[in-house]
């Protein structure tokens, strides 16, 4: 495997960040670029809950952010992991360790990412910054949320790609990714009978489809797993025991409507809000839009590998909102090889294929490219 995402993945997997202590993690980073001359600094909200920055200055057009985190969730019971959590260690082409798919694995690929885009040494149409931030595991006050409100960089950033995406829907060409594009909120119904008839209506459906997946093979063999465990009420193995997989959903005219793709290119939709007394929100519903210019690249890169794109939200918080809620254009998007194992976020021996790994990093590279660099230097890249 060529390309350093893996010795940086490696690295920072032995720094033990459960509980804070991000700022070791960071300074590795920091030394990375400084060998490479790329501007980058560690800022600590706290003694010892360092984030780093990197940028690379561009023309006059909104920056984009890559995001990551260097917090990671907590062991549970060591004994269970077949790989200590903090090896880094290689094994039948798997890199097993905390923090391997959430979300080291992630902050590795985009310092590769930033150096080849560095090499390039080319004129960029807008900045490139990285952040590997503090604190994600514990709501962001540490980290993202601490830099948007201090670090005029960050907050003049206008795009941000991040962590919540990427897994692919089937297991064959054409790939059909996930792109995450915003976040589930909180949903209550006015009596229990009526929350017993919504999903009694919302699951006859759902499990037919699936049914019917398995039997066309729409769906790669562990997602298929993820997602008839969510349709019997059955998750994943994790430790917090939250979903993998979220449609997109959207308010329109009142009524949130809810898309799934449950089988093949065929989307059942539901459509439920107050108008039809069905319901209130307890938290906020979900931010964000699959209309936005980072989304079009995104669409277009993919595009032209015989690739598409499913929005969805996520079942869980991450600093994606922060971004959102500050006017950003923000994606979830990080690119996994077919077959990924996601019981390991947050669970035992989370690891992450060094085909992953590499897929994200090229993929990655690409619609960086193509996101950042004007036409004449497009073309320039790909002579």
Known sequence: MSGIALDIARELITVDT??????????????????????????????GRGSVVAILPGGPEAGLLLHSHLDTAGFGKIEQWKHSPLSGQVDNGRLYGRGALDCKGLAAVHAEVMTRVHGLDLPLR????????????TGGTLGSQYLLANNDDIARCGHVLGEGGGYPLNDRSPFRYTVQTGEFGRFEFPTEDDEASFWKGLMKSPIAGLFQALWEGTYSPELYRHLMGQAFGLFPTRLDGKKIFTPECRWQDGVMIVDTPFSGEHWLRWRFGPDANAGKW??????????????????????????????????????????????????????????????????????????SLRLATDLLFEIVCNFILGKKCLSVLTL
């Open 282 to 355: 307890t938290m906020p519903p979900p931010k964000g839009s699959s209309q936005n210019k980072l989304m079009d690249v995104l669409r277009d890169t993919l595009k032209k590998q015989g690739n598409s794109l499913v929005p969805h939200v996520s079942p869980g918080h991450s600093d994606n909102r922060h971004f959102r809620n500050a006017g950003m254009e923000t994606l979830g998007f990080f690119p996994l090889s077919s077959g990924e194992r996601l019981a390991g976020i947050h669970g035992y021996d989370e690891s992450i294929s060094l085909v």
């Open 126 to 137: 807008r900045p490139l910054i990285l952040l590997a931030s503090a604190g994600e595991e």
């Open 18 to 47: 459960r509980a804070g202590g991000e700022t070791e993690a960071a300074e590795l980073l920091r030394a990375l670029f400084a060998d490479r001359n790329i501007s980058a600094a560690v800022l600590e909200s706290q003694p």
